[in-house]
Structures are given as C-alpha cells and as structure tokens.
C-alpha cells in the first residue's frame, strides 16, 4: 500500500476552511484509490497539539514516512507546508500536484520548489513538439497531464536515476 502525504496550508486560515479543504481532498483520494492508497492527513494527525512547532515534528515525522506528498492549493502561502515540500524533495520524495494550479504563478512556484515537476513538464512539452503539436497547445496539454497525475502508484517514471546514484 502506498502512503502519501496531505501538504498544504492551514495556519492563517479558518479552521473550519482548512478541516474541510483537507477533508475534501483525502475523500477525493479515497474514492479514486481506495485499495492502494493509505493517507496521511496533518490535520487528523495533529488535532490535539495546538502549538505550531510540535505539530511540524509530528507532521515531519509522519511525511518522511510516506511514499508521496500531495500538494494542496495555497501551499506556497504556507510556512509549514513549503517546509514539508524542501524536505520532501531533499528526501527523494515524489510529490504531486492534487489540484489545478489557480494560475501560471501558482505552477511556476511548483516548479521551482519541486523540481520533478519542471522536469515531467519539459518532458511533455517535448514530447508533444515531436507529435507537431504547435507551442501555446503543447503547454496547455503540458499543464493538463501534469496536474492530472493523480498519485500515481507507480511513481514518477520521469525522473531518471543515473548510474551510482541513490534515490
């Protein structure tokens, strides 16, 4: 079974806003994955703790854990959220996009903070051109396959592993 982790933001919003955005999400999840996905859901694992430092470590805790994160709109906005993010990524974790970026800003904050998702993107692109597909139409598809690559259970086959090195 894989476990991914719920990443996005909840200090500075509503809590209610926040419980039902996360809630939303993981039973989006469920219904799609129910058998192969185990979900890692901050606000579950955190509802009792009520200081900001001790819910990142058991966030931290519970995120190096899991086999992927799912990214939730409004992380960039988020301190906690863009910390599990770094660490995601220096640990190798694969992250994925659960919801349609707002905007390009929104998407180009994704790509400079997880950058196996720049890389997806490029590929599409490139693989589109060599299809004919003219530029505006090969981005448009690029963002469209990249944003509906919900949690794949096989991993992001994008990333390329070289020789000698661990991931």
């Not at 933001?9 to 996360?22: I, L, N, V, Y």
């Not at 939303?24 to 955190?46: S, Y």
């Not at 939730?72 to 959220?81: C, H, P, V, Y």
Request: glycine share 6%; aromatic share 10%; with cysteine.
């Amino acid at each position: 079974m894989q476990h991914i982790y719920l990443c996005g933001p909840f200090t500075g919003r509503k809590p209610q806003e926040a419980f039902k955005h996360f809630e939303r999400i993981e039973k989006k999840i469920r219904e799609e994955f129910c058998e192969v996905i185990g979900i890692a859901n901050p606000l579950r694992i955190c509802a009792s703790i009520m200081d900001w430092h001790k819910a990142m470590r058991r966030c931290v805790s519970e995120l190096a854990k899991c086999d992927g994160i799912a990214l939730l709109q409004g992380w960039q906005r988020s301190k906690g959220a863009a910390l599990e993010l770094k660490l995601a990524q220096d640990l190798h974790i694969p992250v994925v996009f659960v919801e349609q970026p707002v905007d390009y800003i929104t998407l180009n904050e994704l790509f400079t903070a997880a950058h196996e998702t720049l890389r997806f993107y490029n590929a599409s692109i490139t693989k589109f051109h060599k299809e004919g597909m003219e530029e505006t139409l090969a981005e448009n598809r690029a963002v469209l396959e990249l944003t509906n690559r919900y949690l794949d259970p096989y991993g992001f086959e994008y990333i390329e592993i070289k020789e000698g090195e661990l991931l």
